[in-house]
C-alpha cells in the first residue's frame, strides 16, 4: 500500500496546475496544509472542547458573581462582559463547531464517501473558524475589553453611543468570519451527501445522522444570510456613518431585532437537529433494536427545520407586534412541538422492548432526552404571549434554553464522543469512569438549572449583575452556583478522560459496540481512504444486516479498479485565504483608530485606515483565490493491500452512481 510520496503521487502531480501541491501529511506542514477531512473533523473538536472549556470558565465566574446578594467579585461592566463573551462562545464556538466536527468525520463515512466533495473549501471552514475565534476572543486584550452587548448584540446598545470601544467591532468582524466557515461546510456537507452516496445508499436508507446533517446545512444556509446582512449594516453604521439602526439618523432599532431572531431561531434548530440525530444513532445501538418509525424521524426534522423560519417572532411578543402576528406566531409556535414531539415518542418506542444496554453514550442519550423534554416543556409556555410577557426578561427564560441548548446539545455531544470515540481513536473510554461523569454532570446540571425556573416566578431579572438580600434569591442562587461548580468539574474532568484516553485507553476493536450503521465496517481508525472497497448499500441498517441479516441484504465490497484509489493533494490556499480574512477584518476593528492601538512603538498622530490593513488582507485573499484556482486538481492513486480486498468482486466497468 502507497500513503505518501510515491511513484503514483509523482505521475499524478506532474498534471497539475501552474505549481505542485504539497503532499508531506506529517508534522506542522502536513496539519497546516491537510485537506482530509477526518483530520479536519478532529481539529474542529480540538478547538470547539478549547472554547467550550473557556465559555464554562466564564459562566463560573458569573455564577461565584451571583452566589450570594451584593457581592463585588466583578464589577457590573465586567459582568455583562462575561455574560456577552459566554453566550457568543457556547452558541457560535462551542456547539457548533463540534456538532461541525461530527459533519466531517462521521457523515463521509456514513455514506461510504471517500472524503468531502471540495476538500480544500473543508479545510477553509476550519481556518475560518479557528481564525474568527481568534479574532473574537483578542477584544479581550485591547481598549476596552470584550464586548458587553450579550450574543444578541441589539441595537442601539452596539451604537457608538453606547459602545465606543473596540470589544463590539471584533465582535461583528469575528462572527462574520465564522459565518464563512458555517457556509463554506454547509454547502459543502449538502453537496456530499447528494452527490457522493455509495451504490445503493439511497436517500430513505441514509442514517440518521447524515439526515440531520442535510437538514441541519440546508437551516445554516438559509439563516446566515440575514444575520451575515444585519453584521454588515452594524458594521457600516459604526465605520461609515450610515444610520441602519440610529434613531437619530432615522434607523429602527427593531430591524436588528427582526434580522437577528429570523436567524436565531433557527440557530436553535441548527444546534439542536445534529443532537437528534446523534441520539437517533445510540438508542437502536445500545436497545438492540432497529429506530422505530424511521420515516416520522426524517420527516419531523425537515418539518422541523422548515417551521424554525416561522417561529422567530416569538421572541418578540413584548414589542408590539399587532394581535394579528402576534396571533400567528403564537400558533406556529405551538405547531413546532408537535415533531419534536414525534421525535421524543419514536426515541420511547425505540427503547420499548428493547435489550437495553446501559453504557455511557446510553445515559447519555437518556439524560438528553430529560433535558429536551424539561427545556420542551417551559419553551411551549412561552409560545403563550401573555405568560411569555411575564417570562421575558426573567432567570425562568435562562432556565429554559440552558436544558434545552446546554442539557440537550451538549448532553448528546457528549453522547456522540463516547460513542464514536473508538472509531477515531481505535481506543476505548473507560467504562465505569464514563459513568461516573455523566452522574456528575447530570446532577450538577440540574442543581444548577433547576432552581432558576424558581427564581425567574420569583420576579429575578436576567442580565442583573448583584441583587438585594431581601429580595429572596439567595438561596436559590447560592445552589444554582453550587450545581455549576459540580457540573463545571464534571466538563474539565470528561475532557482530561478524552485526553487520557487518547493515549493509554485500551484497544477497541473495529466495532466494539456491535453498531448498525456504515462507518464501523471499517478499519478503527479508518485509514486514509475510510473504504479499501466501494461499499454497494442494500439495506438501511447495512452493518447490523452484514452481521446478522439475510444473504441477500448483506453488502456487496467491490474493488478499486486498476488506477485504485483517487485521493485529493493538500493545499496550502485555504491558509493563505483564511489568514487574508484574518488580516483584513483586523483592519476592519482598528479602522479610524489611533495607529498606535496595535503598533504602540508608533506615534499617535496617525488613525488607521483602510489601507493599512483591510486593502492588504483582501488583496491576500484574493491572491489566495487566484492561487487556489491555478493550483489544478492535483489528486494521487493509493492501492490497498490485498488482504483488505478479501471477498472484494472486481469491478465490471464504470460503477454505476446511483
Not at 285 to 303: D, E, H, I, M, T
Not at 371 to 394: E, K, L, N, R
Not at 462 to 479: I, P, Q, V
Request: aromatic letters at 16%; hydrophobic letters at 50%; proline letters at 6%.
Amino acid at each position: 500500500m502507497s500513503t505518501t510520496a510515491s511513484p503514483e503521487h509523482a505521475e499524478a502531480t506532474a498534471h497539475n496546475g501552474v505549481w505542485s501541491r504539497p503532499y508531506k501529511k506529517t508534522g506542522i506542514v502536513g496539519f497546516l496544509t491537510t485537506v482530509d477531512h477526518k483530520k479536519i473533523g478532529i481539529a474542529y473538536a480540538i478547538g470547539a472542547l478549547f472554547f467550550l472549556l473557556l465559555g464554562g470558565v466564564e459562566a463560573l465566574i458569573i455564577r461565584l458573581q451571583l452566589m450570594v446578594p451584593e457581592n463585588d467579585l466583578v464589577d457590573a461592566r465586567t459582568y455583562n462582559q462575561l455574560f456577552t463573551m459566554h453566550g457568543t462562545t457556547m452558541v457560535f464556538l462551542a456547539v457548533m463547531p463540534l456538532s461541525a466536527a461530527f459533519f466531517n468525520y462521521i457523515m463521509p463515512l456514513q455514506i461510504g464517501a471517500r472524503d468531502v466533495a471540495f476538500p480544500r473549501l473543508n479545510a477553509l471552514g476550519l481556518w475560518a473558524f479557528l481564525l474568527g475565534g481568534i479574532i473574537v476572543n483578542m477584544s479581550w486584550f485591547f481598549q476596552g475589553g470584550a464586548p458587553a452587548i450579550g450574543w444578541f448584540g441589539y441595537a442601539p446598545l452596539t451604537s457608538r453611543q453606547f459602545s465606543p470601544d473596540l470589544g463590539t467591532d471584533f465582535w461583528i468582524i469575528g462572527l462574520q468570519i465564522l459565518g464563512i466557515a458555517s457556509l463554506a461546510g454547509s454547502f459543502n456537507f449538502i453537496t456530499t451527501i447528494v452527490n457522493m452516496r455509495a451504490p445503493g445508499l439511497s436517500m430513505m436508507r441514509l442514517p440518521l445522522f447524515t439526515w440531520m446533517t442535510l437538514v441541519t446545512s440546508f437551516l445554516i444556509i438559509l439563516a446566515f444570510p440575514a444575520i451575515t446582512i444585519a453584521l454588515v449594516e452594524l458594521m457600516f453604521d459604526r465605520h461609515f456613518g450610515t444610520h441602519f439602526f440610529e434613531v437619530a439618523g432615522g434607523g429602527k432599532p427593531i430591524l436588528w431585532q427582526h434580522l437577528f431572531w429570523i436567524f436565531g431561531h433557527p440557530e436553535v434548530y441548527i444546534l439542536i437537529l445534529p443532537a437528534m440525530g446523534i441520539i437517533s444513532e445510540v438508542l437502536p445501538v445500545f436497545a438492540r433494536k432497529p429506530l422505530f418509525g424511521y420515516p416520522l424521524v426524517v420527516f419531523s426534522g425537515a418539518v422541523i427545520g422548515f417551521l424554525g423560519f416561522a417561529v422567530w417572532s416569538h421572541h418578540m411578543f413584548t414589542t408590539g407586534l399587532g394581535i394579528v402576528a402576534t396571533s400567528a406566531f403564537a400558533f406556529l409556535t405551538m405547531l413546532i412541538s408537535i415533531p419534536t414531539g414525534v421525535k421524543i415518542f419514536n426515541w420511547i418506542g425505540t427503547l420499548w422492548g428493547g435489550r437495553i444496554r446501559f453504557t455511557t453514550p446510553m445515559l447519555f442519550a437518556l439524560g438528553f432526552i430529560w433535558m429536551f423534554m424539561m427545556g420542551g416543556f417551559t419553551g411551549i409556555m412561552h409560545s403563550s404571549p401573555p405568560v411569555d410577557a411575564q417570562q421575558q426578561d426573567s432567570y425562568f427564560v435562562i432556565a429554559h434554553f440552558h436544558y434545552v441548548l446546554i442539557g440537550g446539545s451538549i448532553f448528546a455531544l457528549i453522547c456522540g464522543i463516547y460513542y464514536w470515540f473508538p472509531k477515531v481513536t481505535g481506543k476505548l473510554m473507560n467504562e465505569a469512569l464514563g459513568k461516573v461523569i455523566f452522574y456528575t454532570i447530570f446532577i450538577g446540571f440540574n442543581i444548577a438549572f433547576f432552581p432558576m425556573h424558581i427564581l425567574g416566578m420569583t420576579g429575578m431579572p436576567r442580565r442583573t449583575h448583584t441583587y438585594k438580600a431581601e429580595m429572596g434569591w439567595a438561596d436559590g442562587n447560592f445552589w444554582s452556583t453550587i450545581g455549576a461548580l459540580i457540573l463545571g468539574f464534571g466538563i474539565a474532568a470528561f475532557v482530561l478522560q478524552v485526553i487520557w484516553s487518547c493515549f493509554k485507553g485500551e484497544k477497541a476493536g473495529n466495532d466494539p459496540w456491535d453498531s448498525r450503521t456504515l462507518e464501523w465496517e471499517t478499519d478503527s481508525p479508518p485509514k486514509e481512504y475510510n473504504f479499501a472497497y466501494n461499499p454497494v448499500i442494500k439495506s438501511r441498517d447495512q452493518a447490523w444486516e452484514n452481521k446478522y441479516g439475510k444473504p441477500e441484504k448483506r453488502m456487496d465490497k467491490v474493488a478499486p479498479g486498476p488506477h485504485g484509489i483517487h485521493m485529493p493533494d493538500q493545499s496550502w490556499w485555504p491558509l493563505v485565504v483564511g489568514l487574508g480574512l484574518f488580516v483584513a477584518g483586523l483592519g476592519m476593528v482598528f479602522h479610524k483608530q489611533p495607529l498606535e492601538t496595535m503598533l504602540p512603538f508608533l506615534s499617535a498622530e496617525v488613525d488607521f485606515s483602510l489601507f493599512h490593513l483591510t486593502v492588504p488582507g483582501l488583496l491576500i485573499t484574493f491572491a489566495g483565490i487566484f492561487g487556489w484556482a491555478l493550483e489544478g486538481p492535483g489528486g494521487y492513486h493509493l492501492h490497498p493491500d490485498p488482504a483488505e480486498l478479501e471477498g472484494a468482486i472486481e469491478p465490471e466497468g464504470q460503477q454505476a452512481h446511483h
